[in-house]
T-cell receptor, first 114, second 112 residues
């Protein structure tokens, strides 16, 4: 049982390059999330998908796009990477979109933009 | 003002002591509150959830919630060096969308 799987684990980009972070969960969860974590900033929500077919902006959506490909997969795309997007990105999922549900996190993807 | 605030620390306690971690939040309509533990280089893992005013105990951990004061805390009794980590407070707001807002985390150091 893999839980939440993110790829890649590490990536180095040059400014202006694009890339997609992939996330898949095998727990039959309805809701999925993308967070970024910077030193001293905690986790900040980028985008989330309360259910298949819906996506919404979080706290820091600028410079990102997302796609909920199906119930299992939720991808995060950087169209033109900037050094300010250097961060650790975490994908998470939960059973449903109610506040009582617990998030399960992936292992994280460390992105460096030069 | 951040929606969820924590003292970033580090909080240093001797082994065997009680560690007290605090968190305040701004959305008065928030209903669900969580404490996650994150070891360096790892992903966050849930240690406690609390939904009602009062205390909730699970082993050495006690979560305390006071909605009137918009305050949630985590007590760790008999602290162990293995408890050394960053503790993240997370709050589900009143919008009922399931998204969690995290505080910046408190780093706890338990010294042998």
């Amino acid at each position: 049982n893999a839980g939440v799987t993110q790829t890649p684990k590490f990536q180095v980009l040059k400014t202006g390059q694009s890339m997609t972070l992939q996330c898949a969960q095998d727990m039959n969860h309805n809701s999925m999330y993308w967070y970024r974590q910077d030193p001293g900033m905690g986790l900040r929500l980028i985008y989330y998908s309360a259910s298949e077919g819906t996506t919404d902006k979080g706290e820091v959506p600028n410079g990102y796009n997302v796609s909920r490909l199906n119930k299992r997969e939720f991808s995060l795309r950087l169209e033109s990477a900037a050094p300010s997007q250097t961060s650790v990105y975490f994908c998470a999922s939960s059973l449903g979109a109610t506040g009582a549900n617990v998030l399960t996190f992936g292992a994280g993807s460390r992105l460096t933009v030069l | 003002q951040k929606e969820v605030e924590q003292n970033s620390g580090p909080l240093s306690v001797p082994e065997g002591a009680i560690a007290s971690l605090n968190c305040t939040y701004s959305d008065r309509g928030s209903q669900s509150f969580f404490w996650y533990r994150q070891y360096s280089g790892k992903s966050p893992e849930l240690i406690m959830s609390i939904y009602s005013n009062g205390d909730k105990e699970d082993g050495r951990f006690t979560a305390q919630l006071n909605k009137a004061s918009q305050y949630v805390s985590l007590l760790i009794r008999d602290s162990q060096p293995s408890d050394s980590a960053t503790y993240l407070c997370a709050v589900a707001g009143s919008s009922n969308t399931g998204k969690l807002i995290f505080g910046q985390g408190t780093t706890l150091q338990v010294k042998p």
